[in-house]
């Protein structure tokens, strides 16, 4: 399974940006799903958001719920994270991640991980 991330960047405060994460290889079972992560420097990698393979359930961390939004293209097997009014502190590496079987969605516990990509918002 290779992971391609897109979409990082910089923006300013309450602006928003869109990742896109494609992952390579199939089948795909049902229960399978893609998340994102993120990681600030000196923090704890941190869960942001997740959506089952068959797009049939997403899952939104805490601190980013109402502000971003998970979709899936499912011929493409490519999600996409949309983050919208965007604050200081969602600057991070947000990395894409594949988890094989059912469960476990908020821990950073997947099977395949991407390179991540830098998302730097300004005040």
């Known amino acids: 399974v290779q992971i391609t991330e897109t979409g990082g960047g910089l923006v300013e405060a309450g602006g928003s940006l869109k990742l896109s994460c494609t992952a390579s290889g199939s089948p795909y079972s049902s229960g399978d799903s893609m998340g994102w992560f993120r990681q600030a420097p000196g923090k704890d990698r941190e869960f942001v958001a997740a959506i089952l393979y068959n797009g049939s359930q997403r899952f939104i961390g805490d601190s980013v719920k109402g502000r971003f939004t998970i979709s899936k293209d499912i011929p493409k097997n490519t999600a996409y994270l949309q983050m919208n009014s965007l604050k200081p502190e969602d600057t991070a590496v947000y990395y894409c991640?594949?988890?094989?079987?059912?469960?476990?969605?908020?821990?950073?516990?997947?099977?395949?991980w991407g390179q991540g990509t830098q998302v730097t918002v300004s005040s």
């Open positions: 991640a594949v988890r094989l079987g059912s469960g476990g969605y908020y821990y950073p516990r997947y099977d395949y």
